[in-house]
């Protein structure tokens, strides 16, 4: 079993049309941001540590 890294969870939710592939760079980011999405992913990676 080998661990997920936080780009494996961004790049899964990528495929799945959670994510979009290019950030747009708006003042506010989306739900769709893949800049927010890998600070989700590190979350979840670091909580699954604990």
Known sequence: MSKKTPADYVQKWTKAGKVKKK?????????????????????????KAA
């Open 23 to 47: 950030c747009c760079r708006s003042k506010s980011r989306c739900k769709k941001c893949p800049v927010l999405a890998l600070k989700r992913a590190k979350i979840k990676v670091e909580k």
